[in-house]
């Protein structure tokens, strides 16, 4: 689908751009706020970018990565414009709820511009574009530069195609399709580089990380058609990483013939999981993390749960069995 026309309307009127994305954000989210941020400054418009710090190193390589700055110093009056990218509820934006009710409160024009399947809690009264069977938010931007008949430029075109890999697993996913194929050859075509991308975002684990993977696969349960990861708080102390160095990892528990669907639970405060859905095929994730209150996609999604890990772990498992996929 073309960009609606109030979303363009507004781009092309308004002057001060505030972008903002998800907590810890991925490719998808950086790739596509920073072609945003070009956009807007081939259209001569003020625009700035907040995400919370620090940037996952697999995206230093990102054009203009470095001028993004700390949301925890987030000056909201300073814009006319609020553009939400790649999430569609003021709540994916940071686990602090009193920043969250700051941003709730923004008094300008707000603007959603998304992928994920709509989160309609609350009353952020925004101005939506959500398009779910998008493949990632990056198509959905190339197509607002194309609205406006800019032509691509070598960083425009890096964030785009990053975008797009990140959130199609270089293109193996089950939402690769001609329509992103078409558009990355385009995107190739204006000079990104598909092999350095791919080596950047996919294959520049520090040894740390790679050390936090193997503690990963000492804890992995697999009853199939399940495979559950865990990682605990100290894991990640003792290898010295953080919660973004588990990007990719709950794909490898996937991979297993007999495993449809891939759970990695990740502890960042004690008793406080992040945890990552993933499923193959027809399998459906998304009511599993609609029923913990988080969300995503069909074969992607995830929530957040305050207990034990042995109490997350079953509750999982027991709405898996009510919704007959165990
Ligand atoms: P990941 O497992 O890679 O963190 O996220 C997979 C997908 O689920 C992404 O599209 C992400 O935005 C979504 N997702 C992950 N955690 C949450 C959550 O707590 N709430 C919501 N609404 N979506 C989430
Ligand atoms: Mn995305």
Not at 108 to 127: L, P, Q, S, T, Y
Request: some cysteine; hydrophobic content about 40%; overall charge negative.
């Amino acid at each position: 689908m073309r960009p609606p026309e109030n979303i363009l309307e507004v781009l092309k009127n308004e002057d001060s751009f505030l972008i903002l994305t998800h907590s810890t954000p991925d490719g998808d989210a950086l790739g596509s706020s920073l072609a945003l941020k070009f956009l807007l400054r081939e259209l001569a418009k003020k625009a700035e970018i907040f995400t919370e710090q620090p940037i996952p190193s697999q995206y230093k390589f990102l054009p203009e990565i470095e001028k993004i700055k700390n949301i925890r110093e987030l000056p909201l009056e300073a814009f006319k414009v609020l553009i939400l990218v790649d999430c569609n509820n003021p709540s994916r934006v940071d686990n602090d709820k009193k920043l969250v009710e700051k941003i709730e409160r923004f008094s300008g024009i707000k603007v959603i511009i998304d992928h994920h399947i709509e989160d309609k809690r609350g009353d952020f009264n925004a101005i939506k574009w959500i398009e779910p069977e998008e493949a990632a938010t990056g198509i959905m931007i190339y197509k607002i530069i194309k609205a406006f008949g800019i032509n691509l430029d070598y960083a425009m075109a890096t964030a785009l195609y990053t975008a797009i890999i990140i959130d199609t697993g270089n293109f193996q996913f089950d939402n690769t399709s001609e329509h992103v194929l078409t558009i990355a050859a385009e995107l190739v075509r204006a000079g990104a580089k598909p092999s350095y991308i791919y080596e950047q975002s996919f294959e520049s684990w520090s040894l740390n990380r790679f050390n936090l993977f193997v503690n990963m696969l000492t804890n992995v349960e697999i009853t199939p058609p399940l495979a559950v990861g865990y990682l605990r708080k100290d894991d990640f102390e003792k290898t010295g990483t953080e919660e973004s160095d588990t990007e990719r990892f709950v794909e490898f528990l996937r991979t297993i013939k007999d495993v449809t669907i891939a759970a990695l639970f990740r502890e960042i405060e004690e008793n406080f999981f992040k945890v990552s859905l993933r499923s193959k095929g027809s399998l459906d994730v998304n009511p599993i993390a609609r029923a913990f209150g988080g969300g995503g996609h069909k074969n992607a999604s995830g929530y957040r749960i305050r207990s034990s890990f042995e109490e997350a772990k079953n509750k999982l498992i027991e709405v898996l069995k009510s919704n007959q996929m165990l």
